[in-house]
């Protein structure tokens, strides 16, 4: 059989294994598979349950949006979260199905969002964060239908992919698994969330910010415990800093729970750590400070792999297992609780972007690779099993570019990790065009998955670059603090240095160079562009230009955090004045291409668009693409027929810049 280049069409031909969970006997397990409707224009997602020995059942199928899906204690019944994406009303509730397969059936029936839950150990009740949603007449909650008004009255009051943020707080709230009948545990103006269970099912964990000024102490986070009636709650005395992720060690003592300390430091060099704390206070012991690695981690894909993921206790409370990562992978480590040792237990040269454990060892893992787009895995006994393939028949009909790594020395001698794809049909004497793409955060990193854009820029004819440079997480915390308060210096050596390395490869036309990046990736673009002409065209999407007005998108007020603080503050306007791109515009010399959704709340609109008249008021060769109702997460999350027409123009304006 010939095989056949990747295409931008190939994004309705794959399935992508999502969350999962394993039986509590270990020999089940339970996922979500979602793929891309062209027609519908919309995602779905199905259950399915796959034995240890391979066999695969299709629990649920059709036009579904199944999420959460979870394993009752006693192995009766599967969970899951599952919201109608074809009504007007996104109804969302939880619903049960027999484990062993059968009907499901709605549990609840409410009007509200479920976030997290856990099952009580007896399986008589679920706990989950909940946010009840009041209505309203003039608050239309239909979807695509504008409301009458917003009100807003705190500053926190949009967040990318959501939209205009409800009044409403979540809090707990414990489920009857018999009768479906809802009570609700906290209360207060704060919101509670991430809730787990003691072994013995008679105390709930739960992070919340409840001091009073929160806005302006957004990630002093505190843990706190309550009684499964909802009596008896206090506070578990902790350094302040951002918590997420509590869980009970088996005895019910302990809980761990992922966090650092310095929460006025927001924007993420700053590693994560797993602690150890008493149920009842005492010292937090970090328990990983000598890996210099943060948890969880986050490998940037137009895939989607990002699942949440909780630490995990061994049964016999020795070790915890969790996800980092490290060099362009993310690996499962596990910890030893009393020798404060990590080790890496699976994950070389992969993304594993979920993993459950039944505390005896053995391991669900999904991950993905750059020649698989996501499957799962057994890890029992220190071997390996994998259990599904998923797109098999696709990747074996198809030419993949598989990446060469590419190591170099960038600011300050530091090693700087990056991997170069050629075109898979690639013929040796031969020059080609080169794009460089920058990734996002800017503390994030690229890494060992599949990544569709580039697989269809190298499947055009492009040999495509991509790196971690200084910022770039999984390489300690120096490495990614060098950017602190430094956007665009380091990392900017690190680029050019790499480009000025590939343009000596034989296989490369110099004088054929494009650069692109969304994010941080579009902000360094422009930055790039406004400070050399070494490039012959570049793509922009998602982007920063204005420092300043940079203040006016979803989590803005948390800038003087990142740098010197507020703008209008004692000599800083001249400071983020002179980091913002749009400052350099009338050195923009390489043609533009501006992509840019009018829904996106964390890069908002007018950040393109002042760019772009700039430029259009100096004469440069410039375009504008603008996506109507779509988020900052486009390429991974937005509508399947935009995401495809964005790959078009991307193809698009780099044939006519590059291949001139």
Same mark, same amino acid.
């Given at each position: 059989?010939?095989?056949?280049?990747?295409?931008?069409?190939?994004?309705?031909?794959?399935?992508?294994?999502?969350?999962?969970?394993?039986?509590?006997?270990?020999?089940?397990?339970?996922?979500?598979?979602?793929?891309?409707?062209?027609?519908?224009?919309?995602?779905?997602?199905? =259950?399915?349950?796959?034995?240890?020995?391979?066999?695969?059942?299709?629990?649920?199928?059709?036009?579904?949006?199944?999420?959460?899906?979870?394993?009752?204690?006693?192995?009766?019944?599967?969970?899951?979260?599952?919201?109608?994406?074809?009504?007007?009303?996104?109804?969302?509730?939880?619903?049960?199905?027999?484990?062993?397969?059968?009907?499901?059936?709605?549990?609840?029936?409410?009007?509200?969002?479920?976030?997290?839950?856990?099952?009580?150990?007896?399986?008589?009740?679920?706990?989950?964060?909940?946010?009840?949603?009041?209505?309203?007449?003039?608050?239309?909650?239909?979807?695509?239908?504008?409301?009458?008004?917003?009100?807003?009255?705190?500053?926190?009051?949009?967040?990318?992919?959501?939209?205009?943020?409800?009044?409403?707080?979540?809090?707990?709230?414990?489920?009857?698994?018999?009768?479906?009948?809802?009570?609700?545990?906290?209360?207060?103006?704060?919101?509670?969330?991430?809730?787990?269970?003691?072994?013995?099912?008679?105390?709930?964990?739960?992070?919340?910010?409840?001091?009073?000024?929160?806005?302006?102490?957004?990630?002093?986070?505190?843990?706190?415990?309550?009684?499964?009636?909802?009596?008896?709650?206090?506070?578990?005395?902790?350094?302040?800093?951002?918590?997420?992720?509590?869980?009970?060690?088996?005895?019910?003592?302990?809980?761990?729970?992922?966090?650092?300390?310095?929460?006025?430091?927001?924007?993420?060099?700053?590693?994560?750590?797993?602690?150890?704390?008493?149920?009842?206070?005492?010292?937090?012991?970090?328990?990983?400070?000598?890996?210099?690695?943060?948890?969880?981690?986050?490998?940037?894909?137009?895939?989607?792999?990002?699942?949440?993921?909780?630490?995990?206790?061994?049964?016999?409370?020795?070790?915890?297992?969790?996800?980092?990562?490290?060099?362009?992978?993310?690996?499962?480590?596990?910890?030893?609780?009393?020798?404060?040792?990590?080790?890496?237990?699976?994950?070389?040269?992969?993304?594993?972007?979920?993993?459950?454990?039944?505390?005896?060892?053995?391991?669900?893992?999904?991950?993905?690779?750059?020649?698989?787009?996501?499957?799962?895995?057994?890890?029992?006994?220190?071997?390996?099993?994998?259990?599904?393939?998923?797109?098999?028949?696709?990747?074996?009909?198809?030419?993949?570019?598989?990446?060469?790594?590419?190591?170099?020395?960038?600011?300050?001698?530091?090693?700087?990790?990056?991997?170069?794809?050629?075109?898979?049909?690639?013929?040796?004497?031969?020059?080609?065009? =080169?794009?460089?793409?920058?990734?996002?955060?800017?503390?994030?990193?690229?890494?060992?998955?599949?990544?569709?854009?580039?697989?269809?820029?190298?499947?055009?004819?492009?040999?495509?670059?991509?790196?971690?440079?200084?910022?770039?997480?999984?390489?300690?915390?120096?490495?990614?603090?060098?950017?602190?308060?430094?956007?665009?210096?380091?990392?900017?050596?690190?680029?050019?240095?790499?480009?000025?390395?590939?343009?000596?490869?034989?296989?490369?036309?110099?004088?054929?160079?494009?650069?692109?990046?969304?994010?941080?990736?579009?902000?360094?673009?422009?930055?790039?562009?406004?400070?050399?002409?070494?490039?012959?065209?570049?793509?922009?999407?998602?982007?920063?230009?204005?420092?300043?007005?940079?203040?006016?998108?979803?989590?803005?007020?948390?800038?003087?955090?990142?740098?010197?603080?507020?703008?209008?503050?004692?000599?800083?306007?001249?400071?983020?004045?002179?980091?913002?791109?749009?400052?350099?515009?009338?050195?923009?010399?390489?043609?533009?291409?501006?992509?840019?959704?009018?829904?996106?709340?964390?890069?908002?609109?007018?950040?393109?668009?002042?760019?772009?008249?700039?430029?259009?008021?100096?004469?440069?060769?410039?375009?504008?693409?603008?996506?109507?109702?779509?988020?900052?997460?486009?390429?991974?999350?937005?509508?399947?027929?935009?995401?495809?027409?964005?790959?078009?123009?991307?193809?698009?304006?780099?044939?006519?810049?590059?291949?001139?």
């Amino acid at each position: 059989m010939k095989k056949r280049l990747v295409s931008i069409q190939d994004l309705y031909r794959m399935k992508f294994l999502r969350e999962i969970t394993l039986s509590p006997c270990g020999t089940k397990v339970a996922f979500t598979v979602e793929w891309l409707d062209k027609k519908k224009n919309k995602y779905y997602s199905n =259950l399915y349950v796959v034995s240890t020995k391979g066999t695969l059942r299709h629990y649920i199928r059709g036009k579904k949006d199944i999420k959460r899906p979870q394993w009752s204690p006693d192995g009766a019944w599967i969970s899951f979260i599952l919201t109608d994406p074809d009504k007007k009303k996104r109804k969302q509730n939880l619903w049960l199905i027999p484990s062993d397969g059968g009907e499901a059936f709605a549990l609840t029936d409410v009007d509200g969002m479920f976030g997290t839950y856990v099952w009580a150990p007896d399986s008589k009740d679920i706990v989950c964060e909940y946010m009840h949603i009041q209505k309203d007449k003039d608050r239309e909650p239909e979807r695509d239908k504008p409301p009458l008004y917003y009100h807003h009255r705190e500053m926190w009051y949009k967040l990318d992919g959501k939209g205009m943020l409800p009044d409403e707080k979540p809090h707990i709230w414990r489920v009857n698994v018999r009768s479906g009948a809802m009570k609700q545990l906290t209360f207060g103006e704060h919101g509670d969330g991430s809730p787990a269970l003691s072994a013995d099912g008679k105390w709930i964990v739960f992070v919340s910010n409840r001091q009073s000024n929160w806005l302006k102490k957004f990630l002093h986070q505190d843990l706190y415990v309550i009684r499964m009636d909802g009596k008896k709650e206090h506070r578990i005395k902790t350094p302040a800093g951002p918590k997420s992720s509590p869980v009970f060690s088996p005895e019910g003592s302990s809980i761990c729970y992922v966090g650092r300390e310095r929460p006025d430091e927001w924007f993420g060099w700053l590693n994560d750590y797993l602690y150890l704390v008493g149920r009842d206070g005492g010292k937090p012991v970090n328990l990983t400070r000598r890996l210099d690695r943060s948890v969880p981690g986050y490998i940037i894909d137009d895939l989607g792999h990002y699942a949440e993921n909780r630490p995990v206790f061994s049964e016999d409370g020795r070790f915890v297992y969790y996800i980092v990562s490290d060099r362009g992978d993310s690996k499962l480590f596990a910890v030893d609780i009393a020798k404060h040792k990590t080790v890496t237990l699976w994950g070389e040269d992969r993304v594993v972007y979920a993993f459950d454990h039944d505390g005896k060892g053995t391991f669900a893992i999904a991950a993905a690779d750059p020649g698989d787009t996501g499957n799962l895995y057994l890890i029992k006994e220190k071997k390996c099993a994998r259990l599904t393939k998923f797109n098999q028949q696709y990747l074996t009909s198809r030419r993949l570019a598989r990446p060469e790594e590419f190591t170099f020395r960038g600011d300050g001698g530091d090693m700087v990790q990056g991997w170069i794809l050629k075109p898979p049909n690639f013929r040796k004497g031969r020059k080609y065009p =080169l794009i460089v793409q920058i990734h996002g955060g800017p503390y994030a990193a690229y890494g060992n998955s599949l990544f569709h854009e580039f697989q269809v820029l190298a499947a055009a004819g492009y040999v495509v670059f991509y790196s971690n440079p200084h910022g770039s997480i999984g390489y300690g915390e120096r490495y990614a603090r060098a950017l602190h308060n430094r956007w665009g210096i380091p990392d900017t050596k690190d680029i050019l240095k790499a480009v000025s390395l590939l343009r000596k490869k034989t296989y490369i036309d110099k004088k054929r160079v494009g650069i692109m990046g969304g994010s941080y990736g579009g902000y360094m673009t422009n930055w790039i562009i406004g400070h050399t002409n070494t490039f012959k065209a570049a793509i922009t999407m998602r982007s920063v230009v204005n420092m300043i007005s940079f203040f006016s998108n979803d989590f803005g007020w948390g800038f003087p955090w990142e740098f010197k603080g507020n703008w209008w503050d004692r000599n800083n306007y001249s400071f983020y004045w002179n980091m913002s791109p749009l400052k350099y515009v009338q050195n923009i010399k390489t043609p533009l291409l501006i992509i840019h959704s009018e829904q996106d709340h964390r890069c908002p609109i007018g950040q393109a668009e002042e760019l772009f008249v700039a430029l259009k008021l100096l004469g440069r060769e410039v375009e504008m693409v603008r996506f109507p109702a779509e988020p900052h997460g486009l390429s991974r999350h937005g509508s399947p027929r935009r995401r495809e027409k964005r790959l078009e123009f991307i193809v698009n304006f780099m044939d006519r810049h590059l291949k001139k």
